[in-house]
């Protein structure tokens, strides 16, 4: 099992989305998605990493992707973005059963819900789907004749969509996790993850292959 260390950076302090995502990629710790468990069925390997920082009160997430051909369909929250170019996080606080999935596209359309399993969730609510902003940037390329992109999803998620408590602070938690990429109607469907999934078929819905995040 990977961990990672999640340092405190104040990231709020900073009025545009430019200097966040500096902060992001100067002082975040960095976890590769890079483990491809479906090689057979599956092979496509994309360069893919997560910058993580945390400040007390927002988990932020920089996701980076190097030249994916792009699927990008759906435009609002809760529609199939898993099929569009999607990067996922999924997190489970320490001693909990339940899980909660946050799977965003390129377009900034996301689907997060709180699972007791893979088919038994409950949506969250549309306050809290109003507060986790999500930013995105893309570069278009050619590449062997192919257009590809580079592209960037950063995620401010609060800690209220976390499970957490507004009188907790999420400094000095552990909470289990897994980094996803996938694009299941993308030209090449591919699932990529943080932490490897012994698996005979794609699944990310498995707390058992989730590592673990130390918040300092």
Not at 21 to 31: C, D, Q, R, Y
Not at 107 to 121: M, Q, V, Y
Request: hydrophobic content about 35%; proline content about 5%.
């Amino acid at each position: 099992m990977k961990s990672l260390h999640v340092p405190i950076q104040n990231v709020s302090l900073y009025e545009t989305i430019a200097d966040k995502i500096k902060v992001l990629n100067e002082a975040g710790a960095v976890a590769e998605i890079d483990q491809v468990n479906w090689k057979d069925q599956f092979p496509v390997k994309l360069p893919v990493t997560v910058r993580v920082a945390h400040d007390k009160q927002k988990l932020y997430l920089l996701y980076n992707i190097t030249g994916e051909q792009l699927r990008a369909v759906n435009t609002k929250d809760f529609g199939s973005v898993w099929e569009d170019s999607c990067v996922e996080f999924f997190m489970q606080r320490e001693g909990q059963s339940d899980y909660i999935n946050f799977e965003c596209n390129v377009l900034g359309a996301l689907l997060s819900r709180k699972h007791e399993s893979r088919d038994k969730a409950v949506s969250q609510s549309d306050e809290v789907m109003a507060s986790i902003k999500r930013h995105s940037n893309i570069k278009h390329r050619y590449e062997n004749g192919k257009q590809v992109s580079d592209w960037s999803m950063c995620l401010e998620i609060p800690k209220k969509a976390l499970g957490f408590a507004d009188s907790e602070s999420l400094a000095g938690k552990k909470i289990k996790a897994n980094f996803y990429k996938c694009g299941d109607e993308t030209p090449q469907p591919h699932y990529i993850s943080w932490n490897p999934i012994n698996l005979p078929e794609p699944n990310f819905h498995v707390p058992q292959f989730f590592g673990l995040l130390e918040l300092e």
